[in-house]
């Protein structure tokens, strides 16, 4: 039997399942992921920028070559 001082430290990964996990790894997990989405997002933004520039380049190239 699991006291309630235990249990107070883990939280259930699933309802169905009833598997327990650290409160600290969970939270360092999520943590981790909203770096992840954070990078992958910025990295997104970024790539879109470069393409804008270099279109713009390459238009205003082909219009003062004209």
Do not use: N
């Not at 699933?14 to 770096?35: F, I, M, Q, W």
């Not at 989405?37 to 219009?63: E, N, S």
């Amino acid at each position: 039997m699991i006291t309630e001082e235990v249990a107070s430290q883990y939280e259930p990964a699933c309802p169905s399942c009833g598997r327990l996990y650290p409160l600290h790894s969970t939270a360092e997990a999520a943590r981790e992921l909203g770096k992840d989405k954070t990078a992958k997002r910025m990295g997104l933004v970024l790539a879109v920028l470069i393409l804008i520039i270099t279109v713009l380049i390459i238009a205003g190239w082909f219009y003062y070559k004209a």
